[in-house]
């Protein structure tokens, strides 16, 4: 699968100014070798009544992570993850893309296919 590593400036300027101003929220995992939490930020998107996760650069660490403990943490809410298949993500990806804006559209050109984009649909633990 795809993966586009994000540069310099996305991993020590962008990422660390988003977690600090809330812009979004923030994704917390466990790391699967270290299993340390991992945090990113990020955008859900809700599609139906339910909450998602999608990944624009596809094929990223966190999306390994989620696969390998679906336990997830957005802001201090725990969720159980599950990935959606590539033939149900359509209608998420086009809500994500409207909400998330020019910011990810970059993405969505380099990767333009479903499978590039892993989603997971999120449901609150308990």
Do not use: C
Request: no cysteine; net charge positive; hydrophobic share 35%.
């Amino acid at each position: 699968m795809a993966y586009l590593k994000p540069g310099w400036l996305t991993t020590k300027i962008f990422n660390p100014l988003a977690k600090v101003t809330g812009m979004g929220e923030t994704l917390t995992v466990t790391a699967r070798r270290t299993k340390k939490p991992q945090r990113i930020p990020i955008i859900s998107v809700d599609v139906d009544g339910s909450k998602y996760l999608v990944s624009t650069r596809g094929e990223a660490e966190w999306v390994k992570n989620v696969r390998a403990d679906p336990n997830v943490k957005i802001g201090s809410t725990d969720y159980v993850a599950r990935e959606i298949p590539e033939q149900d993500r359509p209608p998420i990806l086009t809500a994500y893309r409207k909400k998330a804006g020019r910011v990810v559209e970059g993405y969505f050109e380099q990767l333009p296919h479903e499978a590039d984009h892993p989603v997971f649909v999120v449901t609150p633990e308990g």
